[in-house]
């Protein structure tokens, strides 16, 4: 069952009843307003996005026991903080040792099938946005060595960035670039929380990863296996930018489109599938590399 996504933008006071998720908001005066409740097992992940949100602890342990994660945001209303459960899986120890002892070619092998995967849907998109063929893009797929040592993922980012957005003049990609970069950041911080959610339910270590390796990063793995998902978010921003033409900020509209990620259908192992499913099929396809009993990362294709 895919599991629901629930943001909360205005105040309100959230507690647990009944093994429920006990929501209380509040009106323009302050005072208690509407009330409802939603069971917590059917909860996935929760986005704060107000500063006057209140949580009590028994519904944040509850939420972490169901291994939903948690995401808060700052005054500009961007993903900062995501909190996961410290276990995910029955036999997580086993798992983060198999993880941790992974060699270092078996670590490059799956990095370049990552990036493999990346520039092949990378291109998948181009074509089926702009009808380019893309022939370099799928040669620089087919010529990506172990570790990606030729940095071939930064030479066809280059490219796809560059036709991404033919109606935005000097379009860049970067984090603190000018619109629609923040709609990217917003859609690539929920997906992250969606790659670090999946590994823990894996019994995976976020926080160690086969390619990226910052001291400062809490989600080294996250990060790396999210990468040949991002064009789908990649895809939602384009029609989000057709949709709200020229409307730099995220509104509550667009972070309504973008709260559609974990739903949003992939294809996957010859199946239709939402994104937060197939995520979990990817994450337990990882931990069988690491475990020795496949060797091959199952990954989306567009």
Same mark, same amino acid.
């Given at each position: 069952m895919i599991k629901r996504t629930l943001c909360f933008s205005n105040p309100a006071y959230l507690s647990m009843k009944n093994r429920q998720l006990?929501?209380?908001?509040?009106?323009? %005066?302050?005072?208690?307003?509407?009330?409802?409740?939603?069971?917590?097992?059917d909860i996935g992940m929760v986005v704060l996005d107000h500063p006057q949100i209140t949580v009590t602890h028994g519904l944040?342990?509850?939420?972490?026991?169901n291994n939903a994660s948690v995401i808060t945001c700052n005054n500009s209303h961007m993903p900062v903080g995501l909190m996961l459960p410290l276990e995910g899986h029955t036999v997580q120890s086993e798992r983060f040792q198999d993880q941790l002892s992974a060699s270092v070619p078996l670590r490059k092998q799956l990095w370049q099938q990552t990036v493999q995967q990346k520039i092949l849907n990378q291109a998948a998109l181009l074509n089926e946005l702009y009808g380019t063929e893309n022939g370099n893009m799928l040669q620089w797929a087919a010529d990506v060595r172990s570790g990606d040592s030729t940095n071939l993922e930064g030479r066809a980012a280059a490219y796809y960035w560059s036709q991404m957005f033919p109606d935005i003049g000097g379009f860049n990609r970067g984090r603190d670039g000018l619109y629609p970069n923040n709609?990217? %950041?917003?859609?690539?911080?929920?997906?992250?929380?969606?790659?670090?959610?999946?590994?823990?339910?894996?019994g995976l270590l976020p926080t160690f990863g086969i390619h990226h390796h910052n001291r400062y990063n809490a989600y080294c793995l996250a990060d790396d296996i999210m990468e040949p998902y991002r064009p789908y978010v990649d895809r939602l !921003? !384009?029609?989000?930018?057709?949709?709200?033409?020229?409307?730099?900020? !995220?509104?509550?509209?667009?972070?309504?489109?973008?709260?559609?990620?974990?739903?949003?259908? !992939?294809?996957?192992? %010859?199946?239709?599938?939402?994104l937060m499913v197939a995520a979990s099929q990817t994450t337990a396809s990882l931990a069988r590399c690491f475990a020795g009993e496949i060797r091959k990362i199952s990954y989306p294709d567009m």
């Open positions: 006990s929501i209380r908001l509040e009106d323009h %005066n302050g005072e208690p307003g509407k009330q409802t409740t939603i069971p917590i097992e944040m342990a509850a939420l972490l026991d709609f990217l %950041n917003y859609g690539y911080a929920i997906l992250r929380a969606i790659i670090a959610r999946a590994l823990v339910s894996s !921003v !384009v029609a989000t930018t057709k949709q709200h033409p020229r409307t730099a900020e !995220v509104t509550t509209d667009i972070k309504r489109s973008l709260l559609s990620i974990p739903t949003l259908e !992939v294809h996957i192992s %010859n199946q239709r599938s939402p």
